[in-house]
T-cell receptor
Framework: ETGVTQSPTHLIKTRGQQVTLRCSSQSGHNTVSWYQQALGQGPQFIFQ???????GRGNFPPRFSGLQFPNYSSELNVNALELDDSALYLC?????????????FGPGTRLLVL | KQEVTQIPAALSVPEGENLVLNCSFTDSAIYNLQWFRQDPGKGLTSLLLIQSSQREQTSGRLNASLDKSSGRSTLYIAASQPGDSATYLCAVKDSGGSNYKLTFGKGTLLTVNP
């Protein structure tokens, strides 16, 4: 049990819609990272937020955006959904950034885009 | 660009067998390497984390080794049990400018037959 929770657990959307996924980090963790895991693939880094600012971004288009709040919660927003956005979305929280931080993963949100 | 490869993609063994999972990475400039377990449709559970200065880590029946210079890591599972059935992922954290993210392999799907 990592103490990281995500909601909802499952979600079905249609192409072109917008979606918001939520993550609640462990208390005291000021860093949150989001990953996308397509079926049969390893997780791919989307972006990281540290103290409510974007700290790094992977190879994802701008329609993927995020927010981090002072209460250790965060959101991943995806606009103009495409079929290929269907995946498991994982958030991971950590205290700090860089070499020594260990990321603790939540259970994920399964998104299906029809 | 860091790339992580895991071999084999799938492995099926009888209960009680010792087994080795392999992970290789292309850029040896890493801070650490981590092995995760993922049950179907679930999040990631961290098994072992090896810092770049370490050669191996052990936890119960699991032993992970790291040869940073050759870009290789192995996860050894002793006396496998049906409960070990899962996908095993390895991930590296680079020591360069992208040290905020983990780069994952695609995983090895392990089935331990009773």
């Amino acid at each position: 049990e990592t103490g990281v929770t995500q909601s909802p657990t499952h979600l079905i959307k249609t192409r072109g819609q917008q979606v918001t996924l939520r993550c609640s980090s462990q208390s005291g963790h000021n860093t949150v990272s989001w990953y996308q895991q397509a079926l049969g693939q390893g997780p791919q880094f989307i972006f990281q937020y540290y103290r409510e600012e974007e700290n790094g971004r992977g190879n994802f288009p701008p329609r993927f955006s995020g927010l981090q709040f002072p209460n250790y919660s965060s959101e991943l927003n995806v606009n103009a959904l495409e079929l290929d956005d269907s995946a498991l979305y994982l958030c991971a929280s950590s205290s700090g950034t860089g070499a020594w931080e260990t990321q603790y993963f939540g259970p994920g949100t399964r998104l299906l885009v029809l | 660009k860091q790339e992580v490869t895991q071999i084999p993609a799938a492995l099926s063994v009888p209960e009680g067998e010792n087994l080795v999972l392999n992970c290789s990475f292309t850029d040896s400039a890493i801070y650490n390497l981590q092995w995760f377990r993922q049950d179907p449709g679930k999040g990631l559970t961290s098994l072992l984390l090896i810092q770049s200065s370490q050669r191996e880590q052990t936890s119960g029946r699991l032993n992970a080794s790291l040869d940073k210079s050759s870009g290789r890591s192995t996860l050894y599972i002793a006396a496998s049990q049906p409960g070990d059935s899962a996908t095993y992922l390895c991930a590296v954290k680079d020591s360069g400018g992208s040290n905020y993210k983990l780069t994952f392999g695609k995983g090895t799907l392990l089935t331990v037959n009773p």
